[in-house]
């Protein structure tokens, strides 16, 4: 029998994602099936206000498409999730400052959708989210310990450890992309410091130093205003410059990424964003760099595998956080499915 589509949302939630080019929403339920999920541009040089509208309009369309009436939201949905790229604090539900939402100082975003929406409302930093969402529905089903990046414009992500999203003392911990791979090295635009793994392996920086080679005159078929899939395709055509791009850019991430397998011990390191478009040509050699450089117990234990949210891992994610964190035990607990054999 075929259920309505506002029977099938009882007990879902609502979730949001605020990134700083793209807003995402959807109706998640607790086996991760999202019922809707749309998105529209940030457009964050307009400021938060127009922004913020965007999104909560967004997310009454999100209900809109799930068959849920957003009169009837808190009769029928458990609550609302929201992941938003820090810092943040998510104890009070408060986007601090984050870089890439220009104006966004101190603004209170989950009382904000908890007053829009009628739903009780949790914020938590975009890779806290996405690890936890990869974690309960996604590459990390059935481990107790995983780590999350997300290679894109930047690098973010987060940590389950023992079976717990960690979030570390101020509610931003788990910061990969800011673990210093070279400390005299370039700048890196996210956080101002010198040699940061997003410095050197992030999707903004390929492309950035393929445009400065291409100045400097060296030989090459990349264009001017290479792109990291420009670099990722002429790599894989042998043009010896977006080769050498390619090769520094794995050997810097799985340099990054073999200190945070020697410091959690994971199961899976998941692995996510634009850049892992690439697939194996980035996850094989960032493994063959992992395998030999990582203390041998640790090695032997981590699977380096692509993350399976895809497009829409920041809206399962919100999700996750939400099934995680609102009060409802039945909805905290892991779902059987996900349990190790």
Same mark, same amino acid.
């Given at each position: 029998m075929t259920h309505p589509p506002h029977d099938r949302a009882r007990g879902a939630v609502l979730a949001l994602d605020v990134g700083g080019t793209k807003l995402a929403a959807g109706v998640v339920r607790p086996d991760g099936e999202a019922l809707s999920f749309v998105t529209c541009p940030t457009d964050?040089? *307009? +400021?938060? *206000?127009? $922004?913020? %509208?965007?999104?909560?309009?967004? /997310?009454?369309?999100?209900?809109?498409?799930? /068959? #849920?009436?957003? +009169? *009837? %939201?808190?009769?029928?949905?458990t609550g609302c999730?929201?992941?938003? /790229? +820090?810092?943040?604090?998510?104890?009070? +539900? #408060? #986007?601090?400052c984050p870089p890439h939402l220009p104006g966004?100082? *101190? #603004?209170?975003?989950?009382?904000? %959708?908890e007053s829009t929406f009628g739903l009780p409302a949790v914020l938590d930093n975009d890779g806290t989210a996405g690890a936890a969402g990869e974690w309960r529905f996604g590459a990390g089903r059935g481990t107790r310990h995983l780590v999350y990046l997300t290679i894109s414009t930047g690098i973010g992500g987060g940590f389950v450890v023992d079976g717990r999203t960690y979030r570390g003392a101020a509610g931003n911990g788990g910061e990969p992309g800011h673990i210093t791979v070279r400390s005299d090295g370039r700048p890196c635009h996210g956080c101002g410091r010198a040699g940061c793994l997003e410095a050197y392996a992030s999707g903004t920086s390929l492309g950035e130093r393929a445009r400065e080679a291409v100045t400097r005159g060296e030989p090459t078929s990349l264009p001017a205003d290479a792109t990291a899939a420009d670099v990722s395709r002429e790599a894989r055509a042998g043009d010896p410059l977006a080769v050498r791009l390619w090769d520094e850019t794995t050997t810097l991430l799985g340099?990054?990424?073999? $200190?945070?397998v020697n410091l959690y011990e994971p199961e899976v390191a998941v692995l996510g964003g634009g850049v892992t478009r690439a697939g194996e040509q980035l996850l094989d050699p960032v493994r063959r760099t992992v395998t030999r450089l990582a203390m041998g117990p640790a090695a032997r234990a981590v699977r380096i595998v692509r993350a399976a949210n895809g497009d829409r891992a920041g809206v399962l994610g919100a999700?996750?956080?939400a099934f995680e964190r609102l009060p409802d035990r039945d909805l905290r607990r892991v779902p059987e499915a996900a349990a190790p054999n």
């Open positions: 964050a040089a *307009d +400021g938060p *206000d127009a $922004s913020l %509208a965007r999104l909560f309009d967004l /997310g009454k369309h999100a209900l809109d498409r799930a /068959g #849920v009436d957003p +009169g *009837d %939201a808190p009769e029928q949905l999730g929201i992941g938003c /790229g +820090g810092p943040l604090d998510p104890e009070r +539900g #408060v #986007v601090l966004w100082i *101190d #603004v209170p975003l989950a009382r904000l %959708a340099q990054g990424l073999t $200190s945070i999700a996750a956080i």
